[in-house]
C-alpha cells in the first residue's frame, strides 16, 4: 500500500521559512517523479516544485529562488524548503509522486496534504 504522509505545515509569519517533509512508503521515491502542489482557498491546485528521478528541478515562478526541492533516498523522503514567505503562499500543500511505465501504465498517488498559513 502506498502511502505519502506531509508534515511541516503550520503558522509563520511573512518573511520566515518552513521545511516541508514528505515520507513515501510502499514506493522506492526515487524511481517516481515527485513534486509539491497546493491550493490556495478558492483557487485550483497548482504544481510548485517537482523533482524528476533523474534529479532535475523545475519551479512555478512565484517561488523560484525562494523554495527548494530535495530527496533524501535513504529516508524515502521529499522535502521542500521555503524561504522568504509570502501571505500568497498560504495554502494546502501536497506531496505527489506519479511514475508511468514502459507499457504507458500511470502510477499518481497524493498525500493528504498539510497547511500552511503565512501570517503576522
Known amino acids: 500500500q502506498v502511502q505519502l504522509v506531509e508534515s511541516g505545515g503550520g503558522l509563520v509569519q511573512p518573511g520566515g521559512s518552513q521545511r516541508l517533509s514528505c515520507a513515501a512508503s510502499?514506493?522506492?521515491?526515487?524511481?517516481?517523479?515527485m513534486g509539491w502542489y497546493r491550493q490556495a482557498p478558492g483557487k485550483q491546485r497548482e504544481l510548485v516544485a517537482n523533482l524528476t528521478s533523474a534529479g532535475s528541478t523545475n519551479y512555478v515562478d512565484s517561488v523560484k529562488g525562494r523554495f527548494t526541492i530535495s530527496r533524501d533516498n535513504a529516508k524515502n523522503t521529499l522535502y521542500l524548503q521555503m524561504n522568504s514567505l509570502k501571505p500568497e503562499d498560504t495554502a494546502v500543500y501536497y506531496c505527489?509522486?506519479?511514475?508511468?511505465?514502459?507499457?504507458?501504465?500511470?502510477?499518481?498517488?497524493w498525500g493528504q496534504g498539510t497547511r500552511v498559513t503565512v501570517s503576522s
Open positions: 505527489n509522486a506519479y511514475y508511468m511505465n514502459f507499457r504507458g501504465l500511470v502510477y499518481n498517488y
Open positions: 510502499g514506493i522506492i521515491s526515487n524511481t517516481y517523479a
